[in-house]
C-alpha cells in the first residue's frame, strides 16, 4: 500500500527552499521531540520520528497549489485554526514575505504512494511541513493530524518570540473505513443550526466524514418541505416533554450541508417511515394507517404509528419529500429509517419498502435503512444500518448489502455511561468509555468484514435537549469511535488510547465542549480549564 516517495518529496522540498529568503537564518537549538509521543486520535497507520523541530512562529507561512480545487481552501481553513489556537497570523499564498523562515506546503502527490481517497502523508522536517494528498479530503484530514501536532503552549525560551514546536518525522496515514459517522436525532429534541455546526466542527477534528441527520419522527418533523408545508408548520410545533419543537428552513439545511462540506463531512438525511411517522400524519391524516386520528405528541414510547401502504397518494407524497430533500444533499445516500414499525403488517411493510427504494433510486440515491430493512426485497446497491438484530445483519449480507455498524449495545451515544449518568437510556447497555472503545467492529457478530462500509455512533435525543447535555452523552466516547473506524485493530490499544483521550482535554475545554469527565481518565487539565471535573 505504501511506498517510499522520497524523490518526489526531495523534488518538492526544492520548490518549498525557494521560497524561503536566502538570507541569514535563525539557528535554534531544539532539544529532543518525539513525533510518536504526539497524542493523535484518531491514531495514523504510520509514524516515524526524526527527533528534531519545526519552529512554528510568526515567521512561518503556508503554500498551497493553487491548481486544485480546495486545496487553498484547505490551506485557509489550517492558517484559522492556527490563529485560533496560538493567536498566530500566518500568511497563505502571500508572494513575498520578509523573514520568512519556515513553511507549510500543501501539495498533490504526483504518483500512486497512498491508496483510498482520503489517504494523506505528511513530511515534517526542521525548515518545512510537507502535506501530500491526492485529494482536497485527504488533505483535510492530514491538516487534522496537524492541528493536533501543534502544541498547546509555546516554548518563549528558545528565540526571541514565541515559538510552537511541531515534532519532525513522517506520517503516512489513510482510514480504514470509507463510512465514519454519527448520528444526531433533532426530531426528538429540535438542535439549532449553530449547535449542529459546533458539533460538525469537533467530529471533523477526528476525522469523521458522516454526520446523518434524523430529521422526522413521532414527536416532530424538522426539515421545510416546499410541496407540502405543514409538515413543519403543524408536525415541526413539538418536542418530547411539550417545547416548542422547531425545524429547518431549506436555507438552514442548505448552510449545514455547505458547513459540513467545508469539513469535508457529507450529511446523510433520514425520514424514518413507514413507522415513526404520527408527526406526518397530524399534519397530513391521509398519511395515517393507524386507524386512529393523530394527535401532536410529546411522549417518548415508539412503534404506533405508519403509514397507510396501500394509498398511492402516500408514495406521491414520500416522492416530493425524497426529491426535495435529496436535491438540497449532495451525497451520494438518502436513509429511509424502516426501523421499529410495529403497527405496519409485514406483508404492507415489505411493499413499503420496495417501493421507496426504487423512488430513492429514482432521485439519484443510494438508499439506507435501519437493519429491518433486509427484511424487505432491497437490491444489493442499499445499505442496511446495523442497530439491534443479529437475523437481520445476517439477511443483509446474505443479500449481498454493505453494512454501517452500529450496534447499540456497543455504539449508542445516548446510552448511559453507568447508573449515575445525567441523560440517556439504557435499554440496550451501559455503555462507559472503556466498553465503548474496546470491541472490534471488524469481527462484531459474524457479520464479515467485506460487507462493512463503515462505522456510525447514533445520538438519540428524547433525553438531552440543549448542546451541553448533547456533549456529555457524546463526549468522550464519540472520539473513541473516530479512532475505532479510522484505525486498524493492531493499530488500537485501550492504554494508549486513554493516554491520548486524556491529553484531548485542552482542545475540549478550548472549544468549550462540557464533556463527560470520565473519571476512567486521567484528564490533562489546561489553562482553558472549562468542564469541571466531578469524580462520580
Ligand atoms: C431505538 S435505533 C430507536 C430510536 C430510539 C432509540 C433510543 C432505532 C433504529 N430506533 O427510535 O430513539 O432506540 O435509544
Known amino acids: 500500500m505504501i511506498k517510499s516517495i522520497t524523490i518526489r518529496s526531495l523534488t518538492v522540498l526544492f520548490l518549498v527552499f525557494t521560497f524561503i529568503a536566502c538570507g541569514k537564518k535563525r539557528v535554534i537549538n531544539f532539544p529532543k521531540t518525539d513525533l510518536a509521543a504526539s497524542h ?23 503554500y498551497t497549489n493553487k491548481n486544485i480545487a480546495g486545496f487553498e481552501e484547505a490551506g485557509k481553513f489550517l492558517a484559522d485554526k492556527i490563529k485560533a489556537k496560538t493567536n498566530l497570523d500566518i500568511k497563505v499564498n502571500v508572494d513575498a514575505i520578509p523573514d520568512l523562515e ?17 489517504a494523506y502523508q505528511l513530511n515534517i522536517t526542521q525548515d518545512s511541513v510537507i502535506l501530500n494528498s491526492s485529494t482536497a479530503a485527504g488533505i483535510f484530514r492530514g491538516i487534522q493530524t496537524l492541528r493536533q501536532i501543534i502544541p498547546e503552549t509555546s516554548n518563549d525560551t528558545l528565540a526571541d518570540t514565541k515559538i510552537w514546536m511541531i515534532p519532525t518525522g513522517e506520517i503516512i496515514d489513510s482510514p480504514q473505513f470509507e463510512y465514519r459517522g454519527s ?33 422526522s419522527d413521532d414527536q416532530g418533523w424538522r ?6 408545508p405543514k409538515l413543519t408548520e403543524i408536525g415541526g410545533s413539538t418536542e418530547v416533554g411539550g417545547a416548542s419543537g422547531g425545524f429547518y428552513t431549506q436555507e438552514d439545511y442548505t448552510e449545514i450541508v455547505n458547513y459540513a462540506a467545508v469539513h469535508h463531512i457529507m450529511i446523510v438525511p433520514e425520514i424514518d417511515m ?4 404520527n408527526a406526518a400524519s397530524v399534519a397530513y391524516p391521509f398519511l395515517n394507517g393507524n386507524g386512529k386520528i393523530a394527535k401532536l405528541y410529546e ?16 408514495y406521491t407524497f414520500i416522492d416530493d419529500v425524497i426529491r426535495e430533500v435529496a436535491a438540497l444533499s449532495p451525497g451520494p445516500y438518502f436513509h429511509i429509517g424502516g426501523d ?17 427504494e426504487k423512488i430513492v433510486q429514482k432521485h439519484g440515491k443510494k438508499m439506507i435503512g435501519w437493519d429491518e430493512v433486509a427484511t424487505a426485497d432491497v437490491d444489493s446497491t442499499s445499505i442496511s444500518q446495523f442497530w439491534a438484530s443479529k437475523e437481520n445483519a445476517q439477511t443483509s449480507v446474505n443479500k449481498g448489502l454493505k453494512i454501517i455498524m452500529s450496534p447499540a449495545k456497543k455504539a449508542y451515544l445516548d446510552m448511559q455511561y453507568d447508573l449515575t449518568s445525567k441523560h440517556g437510556l439504557h435499554w440496550a447497555a451501559y455503555i462507559p468509555t472503556d466498553t465503548a472503545y474496546i470491541w472490534t467492529p471488524e469481527y462484531y457478530e459474524g457479520i464479515p468484514l467485506k460487507n462493512i462500509l463503515g462505522i456510525e455512533a447514533p445520538l438519540w435525543s428524547e433525553t438531552i435537549s440543549n448542546i451541553d447535555e448533547l456533549e456529555y452523552l457524546a463526549f468522550p466516547r464519540a472520539i473513541g469511535y473516530s479512532e475505532l473506524s479510522w484505525t486498524t485493530q493492531e493499530n488500537r490499544d485501550w492504554e494508549s488510547y486513554k493516554v491520548r483521550l486524556a491529553n484531548q482535554a485542552p482542545f475540549l475545554d478550548r472549544m468549550k465542549v462540557k464533556y463527560y469527565p470520565s473519571p476512567l481518565i486521567d484528564w490533562k487539565k489546561s489553562k482553558y480549564s472549562y468542564t469541571k471535573i466531578e469524580k462520580d
Open 183 to 215: 448520528m444526531l436525532d433533532v426530531a426528538r429534541h429540535f438542535f439549532s443550526v449553530e449547535d449542529v455546526k459546533k458539533y460538525i466542527d469537533i467530529l471533523a477534528y477526528y476525522k469523521y466524514n458522516v454526520l446523518h441527520l434524523h430529521l
Open 299 to 314: 411522549g417518548t414510547e415508539v412503534g404506533f404509528s405508519t403509514f397507510d401502504t396501500r394509498k398511492d397518494t402516500v
Open 40 to 62: 493523535l486520535i484518531p491514531k495514523p497507520l504510520k509514524v516515524t520520528p526524526t527527533n528534531g523541530g519545526f519552529a512554528l512562529d510568526k515567521f512561518t507561512a503556508i
Open 102 to 118: 519556515t513553511v507549510i506546503y500543501i501539495n498533490q502527490s504526483e504518483n500512486t504512494d497512498l491508496d483510498g481517497t482520503e
Open 340 to 356: 421499529e414499525s410495529h403497527v405496519t403488517k409485514k406483508n404492507d411493510y415489505i411493499y413499503f419498502i420496495n417501493k421507496v
Open 274 to 277: 413507514p413507522g415513526h411517522t
Open 223 to 228: 426539515i421545510e418541505i416546499k410541496s407540502w
